[in-house]
């Protein structure tokens, strides 16, 4: 498809003068990281929902929908400490685990949160992310196993974003606990987009450093790996999909045309909240992607909803426009509105590391 | 003072006193009023056995005492009153020596070291219910390096074994105490009296924190102080922000580090409290069962 002819064409002198100037631009953001606490991406004034463990698991996913929160730190009371985080899509994901079972769906109802995590049939089949964590970081950043916090990877408010970042990528985290470690406070959950939005409101730069278009650049993912949904697909399958790939997201694209019809993000909730209980909520695993997109809420644009680029773009323009709209993601689309990649927040800021 | 017969007098005083627990060293210092007498009026009694000693002299012997002399020397009045009830002196002695080998098994030997200076050094504790006790009158010695040190005998001082024992043990010394005042308020003895006045104040004082009297209904019926209105502002209750839902308004100061709560739904408590940290503040919201 796109090749990469405008840097082939280029004669070698221009090339590495190219390379310099990428270069000097990744340093200085790694540098701009490596000088940023992780107390600098934290609001003026958070909020962190904590869930004991104790409570049934439907209860807390109704709180983390009113709340509108991705994610909620687990307090085991008799170890008091931190045993691991619950995201939204753990909950779709104990749906997915009951329809392909064929469990009773009541019975979920009763279930407290760490009956579920203890259930090696759920976290085996459905769960992809090991909740029991086996290392924490202290505030110099090291890695190291420790006891009292053997379950929970948290990261100190005074660690740098660098380490945040890197911790988030190799741990292939999506959420990440910035943790008051004396106080046993977390005092909020970062994510990549957390971390990409200091970065671009923060950032100054004089020089014009960041002008090669993000294909040149390699960050995303284009061609055949893009994992793409059609509207005919149920979300059963869907998710069946972005679990295998480990993805949070995917493009949902016409079957005829390949244009792109809008994207589905996993821990789009709609299909849940429409239900009125439990069992509905997981025979609505049957609806269609076509369905769901049309049941897509308008009014609030949230950062997973359909925002598209061109191979074109430059970072820096992908900046900017981050900028403005905050988005998880972007769908690289051609002329046409074809699909040929993805651009997420963490390639974004992977591209740096 | 000279009158009493010196045998006697000395040696029941120095038991009786070695008995009810003062300092050991009025086993050889004293015999001389003027040491008692100024015990008995400037110095409060050395705890709570003490005076229950003194009184149990006193109530028992009374009949006694009364009948034989009104003694007009303040000093020596609860000797020989003491004295003066029993008849039988060898036997007062028998039994005496016998409590004091019986203390002196009791005592253990304590060293006070005091090496920081200083003009007065006091000594107190339960055995003399916190009063100032002041050490300098009692019998010193030099030890190999020169320091002068006090000796104090607290052989009725009675270990903490617990509040049971402790509350019966007191409340049978306030009773006695009272016992005492009621009696002496006829003003036979001073010293009885003097020392009932105080013993009975200390009675009043304890009575007015146990006591047995409800109180008024209105005390625990009547309203809760009203809630300051700042605290009514609960950023929590704000309408979210629909580009950031994790984003609260700014608290104010005043409302940080307290407790809000949910009335209780579906069995599950909702907590929630604002804290700072440096700069920022963290609202963290808690869901517990209840």
């Not at chain 1, 992607?289 to 773009?313: F, G, I, Y």
């Not at chain 2, 056995?49 to 002299?57: I, K, L, N, R, S």
């Not at chain 2, 929630?272 to 963290?284: E, M, P, V």
Request: charged share 20%.
């Amino acid at each position: 498809m796109m090749s990469t002819q405008s840097a082939s064409a280029a004669p070698s002198g221009m090339l590495r003068e190219r390379e310099v100037v990428r270069n000097t631009g990744k340093e200085a953001i790694a540098s701009f990281l490596e000088a940023q606490t992780c107390y600098s991406v934290l609001r003026a004034s958070g909020k962190v929902v904590v869930f004991d463990t104790r409570i049934p698991i439907q209860l807390a996913f109704y709180a983390l929908v009113e709340h509108d929160m991705q994610a909620a730190p687990l307090w085991d009371p008799k170890r008091c400490q931190f045993v691991g985080i619950l995201t939204v899509t753990d909950f779709i994901d104990v749906l997915r685990y009951y329809r392909q079972t064929g469990a009773d769906v009541v019975t979920l109802a009763t279930r407290s949160i760490a009956d579920i995590l203890a259930d090696e049939g759920i976290l085996s089949t459905v769960l992809r992310k090991s909740i029991p964590r086996r290392f924490a970081v202290n505030s110099a950043g090291e890695y190291k196993e420790s006891d009292q916090h053997s379950s929970f990877l948290a990261i100190d408010a005074e660690a740098t974003l660098d380490r945040a970042c890197h911790l988030l990528h190799d741990q292939s985290l999506d959420f990440l606990p910035v943790m008051l470690a004396p106080d046993m406070r977390v005092l909020a959950t970062i994510t990549y987009t957390c971390v990409l939005e200091h970065l671009v409101n923060n950032f100054r730069e004089q020089r014009r450093l960041f002008d090669d278009t993000i294909y040149d650049l390699g960050i995303g993912t284009y061609g055949e790996e893009v994992v793409v949904a059609y509207p005919h697909q149920s979300l059963h399958e869907v998710l069946h999909t972005l679990h295998m790939h480990g993805l949070s997201a995917v493009p949902v694209v016409d079957e005829n045309t390949k244009k792109i019809r809008g994207v589905y993000s996993r821990s789009d909730i709609t299909f849940l909240t429409k239900a009125s209980d439990a069992e509905d909520a997981v025979s609505n695993l049957n609806l269609t992607m076509d369905v769901l997109m049309s049941q897509q809420r308008t009014d609030v644009t949230t950062p997973d909803a359909l925002h598209t680029c061109s191979t074109r773009q430059t970072l820096q323009s992908v900046f900017e426009y981050f900028a403005q709209v905050k988005f998880n993601r972007l769908i690289v689309v051609d002329d046409e509105e074809r699909v040929v990649g993805v651009v997420s927040a963490r390639d974004l800021v992977a591209y740096f590391l | 003072m000279g009158n009493q017969p010196a045998s006697g007098a000395g040696g029941s005083m120095s038991s009786r006193r070695s008995s009810s627990g003062y300092h050991s060293h009025q086993q050889h210092g004293a015999g001389s009023g003027a040491g008692q007498s100024s015990y008995g009026g400037s110095k409060p009694p050395p705890g709570g056995a003490a005076p229950v000693g003194y009184m149990q002299t006193h109530s028992q012997q009374y009949p006694g005492a009364a009948m034989k002399k009104s003694s007009s020397d303040m000093s020596m009045t609860d000797l020989s009153s003491h004295y003066g009830a029993d008849a039988n002196e060898p036997a007062i002695s028998q039994l005496d020596l016998a409590t004091i080998s019986a203390a002196e098994e009791d005592t253990v030997p304590t060293v006070f070291r005091w090496e920081h200076g200083g003009r007065n050094v006091y000594i107190t504790g339960t055995f003399n219910g916190w009063s100032l006790a002041l050490a300098p009158d009692q019998p010193t010695v030099a030890d190999i390096e020169g320091r002068i040190n006090n000796f104090i005998d607290v052989t009725d001082f009675k270990a903490y074994t617990g509040d049971k024992e402790f509350e019966k043990e007191r409340a049978a010394a306030d009773y006695h105490r009272c016992t005492k005042s009621d009696k002496s308020s006829n003003g036979e003895e001073e010293t009885a009296s003097s020392s009932g006045k105080k013993s009975s104040k200390g009675s009043d004082a304890e009575g007015e924190v146990y006591g047995h009297s409800m109180p008024d209904l209105d005390e625990y019926t009547k309203e809760p102080p009203p809630l300051p209105p700042h605290l009514r502002h609960i950023i929590l209750n704000k309408p979210p922000q629909l580009q950031d839902t994790a984003a609260l308004p700014v608290p104010q100061h005043v409302a940080l580090n307290h407790l809000y709560c949910t009335a209780i739904k579906d069995n599950m408590m909702v907590l929630g409290i604002t804290q700072r940290y440096k700069t920022k503040s963290c609202t963290t919201v808690y869901y517990s069962p209840c």
